[in-house]
């Protein structure tokens, strides 16, 4: 497959929107408030937009599509490290194979059963599986049986992980068939950056090397069947905006060849990590102003994609940018294989990079509700097949709101009985009462009523 992603035709359309007249932005704010997306020229000339007016327009328009097509919710997850051996050297991974101090851990399935009780006990329903690109320590079969693994595991109140994501090196297309066998959610996978020569730089060795098929992974996904595919971008490898327009041209040539874009974009900003030069001191740092920006603007971009923000970022940041378009999270995450259960010096020499925010899922939850969202762990539409293309039909014109609102107080109401804090759990139940006052209208207000009731009463996995 061709490589789509031309650099000089990203920088030449960026330099030509450079000053762009307010009138114009007024237009384009115009344009993406009808959730209409935008083209590349469009996008060039809101990240070009300097005028702190029209910045905090572009930031009121962000969050009114942000709530048109998902509502308050805010869907949450923790990333699962399964094992850091890697034979790639990515120059900002802690993980890299050059990192000789790094303690090198493959987690048994034993060892992955107990993470996941873990994590199910503190009240996990979606988990991001990741790994290093290791042929013989993560391989695939490796992989795949970690997954089965993690799906296996039961807890008391119904604790099971109902939706797993995956983040790992890509595949060709038969292995894509056989890895969406194992019942897979989302297949994500960062391109870092779009801009050739920094890419070349940054992967110095290992079979990350090859620009060209990391970019075509997400086509092959979908050739193997896999429709939910996650692309995203690791700021502050190279020029913000030039990440910005590659994820755009990237979001524009699936939908363009699959017939259905990318199902989240995640916007991941270079942490320091450990014996990782590139992340000790980021080569393009992205200012606080700026990452709200260009959250912002993919929002308005592409506004039927989920945005991902992970606990990469501090509390502080985390809470502004719920605002500007972000959908789901990361909570109570640990970036080491085995560091749910393990707290040792030992096991952060393990971690790929640092947390910005270490709080616990508890204590986010307890955050954003006070904030006026509804945390979810729901997992409906994949289960119901609502995935690729179908779900695209009705997160375009807005109407996956109508099962997305109702599902996370469904996912909400278990998560407060079964695993929330005492103080968490009155936030909550405040935070559902007013949904129900302000939210819903007559007959789904009986529905959604009712079926509450119901996991008062002790039922479990409700979803429409
Ligand atoms: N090894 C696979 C890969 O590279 O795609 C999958 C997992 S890798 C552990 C997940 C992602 O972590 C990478 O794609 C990269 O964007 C991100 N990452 C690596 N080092 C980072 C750092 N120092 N700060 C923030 N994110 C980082
Ligand atoms: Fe390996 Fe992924 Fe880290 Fe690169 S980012 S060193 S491929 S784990």
Known sequence: MRDFINDANIKNILEKAKNPPPERIREIIAKASELKGLTPEEVALLLQTEDDDLIAMIWQTAHKIKEDIYGNRLVLFAPLYVANHCANNCLYCGFRRDNKELNRVALTMEQIKKEVQVLEREGHKRLLMLCGEHPNRSSLEYFMEAIETAYAVKTEHGGEIRRINVEVAPLEAEEYKQLKKTGIGTYVLFQETYHHETYKTMHPSGPKKDYLNRLTAMHRAQEGGIHDVG?????????????????????????????????????????????????????????????????????????????????????????????????????????????????????????????????????????????GHIPSFCTACYRLGRTGKDFMDLAKPGLIQKFCQSNALFSFKEYLLDYASPVTREAGEILISKMLDETFKTKRKKMVCDRLQQIEDGTRDVYI
């Open 231 to 371: 692309i995203g971008a690791l700021f502050g490898l190279y020029d913000y905006k030039f990440d910005v327009m590659g994820l755009l041209f990237h979001a524009l040539q699936l939908e363009l060849d699959c017939g259905v874009g990318p199902h989240t974009i995640s916007v991941p900003r270079l942490e320091p990590a450990f014996n990782a030069p590139a992340a000790i001191k980021p080569p393009h740092p992205v200012s606080d102003h700026d990452f709200k920006k260009l959250v912002a603007i993919l929002r308005m971009a592409v506004p039927y994609t989920g945005m991902i923000l992970s606990t990469r970022e501090t509390a502080a940041l985390r809470s502004e940018v719920f605002a500007l378009g972000i959908s789901q999270i990361s909570a109570g995450s640990r970036t080491n294989p085995g560091g749910y259960q393990e707290e040792t010096s030992e096991a952060f020499r393990a971690a790929q990079f640092n947390l910005g925010d270490t709080r616990t899922l508890d204590e986010v939850i307890l955050d954003i509700t006070e904030r």
